[in-house]
């Protein structure tokens, strides 16, 4: 009998959870980043930060292959001993609890920018951990149902830039092409932690149900996030000039301020309202495995009480230390370095050592 029969998710809510974890925050201010470091030819380190990104997410399935029944803290347990397994189980919560917060907190401060300048932040940290709680508390597969639902309640949203483009767009301001790949090559880091989301494939892989299709899922979730961040990015490149563009810390959202209806005029406030859909659907995995980790290392199968603790941890943060855009952008810097090496480069070894122990342990059996 399968050991996570009973929370077990399809191969479309596999391909969301992941998806949904990489098209977060990031997006928002991604045209900027990319404008600053590679100019207009920006767009290009996108698609070669998809393929990093495809490269490692494969990387991590082979590794799960290994164990296809248990966690990665299971694995490691295997193979490296039972301290090993609780070590790795400390640092994925702690991970994915830090990874979390960060999210939260941004979405708290561009809420409170563009929509309610006059909340305080733990106010609408309680009103984000509520919906947080109620959803997450049942498990991965109604998370996974919720991610599902909210991707077919926002494919209308990209009409909100093709609206903003029909009142001006120059697609001149991207010539000429490949005008200086060394920087844009050099900007390929800077989309890798956009794709950053991908790793909850370690968390997510005992719980799929054919995970034969592990793979492939894996590539569908990582190629909608590059299609994303394509038109996004290509969207602000040929609106704003190549000057402009970097005088604007959320190209993505003020793009819209040129959109108006007679029923509505600033459109850019719908768009965010309805964009926390999507940011809830970058947190809530990491508040899941924050919770799944340490209710492995204690033994216990129900998570709920941990989550509980979590989000109330989170809004007494949130209460005593007041969120601001400096303390979250250093946040998300030391989040990136440390992710990085955990996400791109560990992976790669972890799977090269499991390749030849098994190898080695061959050779001694014959």
């Given at each position: 009998m399968k050991k996570y029969a009973y929370n077990e998710i399809t191969l479309m809510q596999y391909i969301f959870l992941i998806h949904g974890a990489q098209f977060g925050i990031g997006v928002l201010q991604l045209p900027?980043?990319?404008?600053?470091?590679?100019?207009?030819?920006?767009?290009?380190?996108?698609?070669?930060?998809?393929?990093?990104s495809v490269a490692?997410?494969?990387?991590?399935?082979q590794i799960m292959k290994k164990y296809p029944e248990g966690t990665l803290f299971d694995l490691f347990t295997k193979y490296f001993g039972k301290w090993a397994g609780k070590a790795i189980a400390v640092f994925i919560a702690l991970y994915c609890a830090y990874s979390g917060f960060i999210i939260m907190q941004r979405s708290i401060l561009f809420i409170q920018v563009w929509i309610v300048p006059g909340v305080a932040g733990y106010v609408l940290m309680i009103l984000f951990a509520i919906p947080t709680y109620t959803i997450a508390r049942n498990g991965i597969r109604i998370i996974?149902?919720?991610?599902?639902?909210?991707?077919?309640?926002?494919?209308?949203?990209?009409?909100?830039?093709?609206?903003?483009?029909?009142?001006?767009?120059?697609?001149?301001h991207l010539l000429p092409l490949f005008k200086d790949m060394k920087k844009a090559l050099l900007a390929t880091q800077s989309t890798a932690y956009s794709f950053f989301g991908f790793e909850i494939?370690?968390?997510?892989?005992?719980?799929l149900q054919k995970k034969q299709t592990a793979s492939i899922g894996i590539?569908?979730?990582?190629?909608?996030?590059?299609?994303?961040?394509?038109?996004?990015?290509?969207a602000c490149f040929i609106f704003f000039s190549p000057d402009e563009i970097t005088l604007f810390n959320e190209p993505t959202v003020s793009i819209l301020k040129v959109v108006e209806f007679r029923f509505v005029e600033r459109m850019?406030?719908?768009?965010?309202?309805?964009?926390?859909?999507?940011?809830?659907?970058?947190?809530?995995?990491?508040?899941?495995?924050a919770t799944f980790c340490t209710s492995w290392l204690f033994g216990k199968q129900d998570h709920s009480k941990h989550l509980l603790l979590l989000l109330l941890l989170m809004v007494m943060i949130t209460y005593f230390v007041t969120p601001t855009f400096n303390l979250n952008d250093q946040l998300q810097e030391l989040s990136s370095k440390i992710a990085f090496p955990f996400i791109y480069i560990v992976?790669?070894?972890?799977?090269i050592y499991l390749i030849i122990h098994e190898r080695i342990r061959g050779r001694v059996a014959k």
């Amino acid at each position: 009998m399968k050991k996570y029969a009973y929370n077990e998710i399809t191969l479309m809510q596999y391909i969301f959870l992941i998806h949904g974890a990489q098209f977060g925050i990031g997006v928002l201010q991604l045209p900027r980043i990319l404008a600053e470091k590679a100019g207009m030819d920006g767009w290009i380190p996108i698609i070669l930060g998809w393929i990093a990104s495809v490269a490692a997410s494969l990387i991590i399935i082979q590794i799960m292959k290994k164990y296809p029944e248990g966690t990665l803290f299971d694995l490691f347990t295997k193979y490296f001993g039972k301290w090993a397994g609780k070590a790795i189980a400390v640092f994925i919560a702690l991970y994915c609890a830090y990874s979390g917060f960060i999210i939260m907190q941004r979405s708290i401060l561009f809420i409170q920018v563009w929509i309610v300048p006059g909340v305080a932040g733990y106010v609408l940290m309680i009103l984000f951990a509520i919906p947080t709680y109620t959803i997450a508390r049942n498990g991965i597969r109604i998370i996974g149902r919720y991610a599902e639902l909210i991707f077919f309640l926002i494919l209308w949203m990209p009409c909100f830039y093709l609206f903003a483009l029909r009142e001006s767009h120059h697609w001149i301001h991207l010539l000429p092409l490949f005008k200086d790949m060394k920087k844009a090559l050099l900007a390929t880091q800077s989309t890798a932690y956009s794709f950053f989301g991908f790793e909850i494939a370690f968390l997510l892989y005992p719980f799929l149900q054919k995970k034969q299709t592990a793979s492939i899922g894996i590539i569908i979730a990582n190629s909608l996030s590059m299609l994303v961040f394509l038109f996004i990015t290509l969207a602000c490149f040929i609106f704003f000039s190549p000057d402009e563009i970097t005088l604007f810390n959320e190209p993505t959202v003020s793009i819209l301020k040129v959109v108006e209806f007679r029923f509505v005029e600033r459109m850019e406030i719908i768009f965010l309202a309805l964009y926390l859909l999507v940011l809830s659907r970058a947190w809530m995995p990491y508040m899941y495995g924050a919770t799944f980790c340490t209710s492995w290392l204690f033994g216990k199968q129900d998570h709920s009480k941990h989550l509980l603790l979590l989000l109330l941890l989170m809004v007494m943060i949130t209460y005593f230390v007041t969120p601001t855009f400096n303390l979250n952008d250093q946040l998300q810097e030391l989040s990136s370095k440390i992710a990085f090496p955990f996400i791109y480069i560990v992976p790669l070894f972890l799977w090269i050592y499991l390749i030849i122990h098994e190898r080695i342990r061959g050779r001694v059996a014959k």
